[in-house]
């Protein structure tokens, strides 16, 4: 159980280039590998940059 300053975190946000390219998935049954932006909304472009972000704590060594 972490202390509560512990908790203190750094909120870190990156973009990242991706290999453009496209994949089946049988369970949802759809092409994964195009531009999603969430509530179905999805184009037939190439994702080739993602988001990502990172939590970093502050006072202890911890990332999520």
Request: hydrophobic content about 40%.
């Amino acid at each position: 159980m972490l202390k509560p300053h512990e908790k203190y975190c750094s909120l870190i946000f990156d973009e990242m280039a991706l290999q453009p390219g496209l994949q089946y998935n049988q369970k949802l049954d759809l092409a994964e590998g195009f531009e999603n932006y969430g509530d179905s909304e999805r184009k037939a472009s190439f994702a080739d940059h993602a988001l990502v972000f990172m939590l970093r704590g502050v006072y202890k060594n911890w990332e999520q």
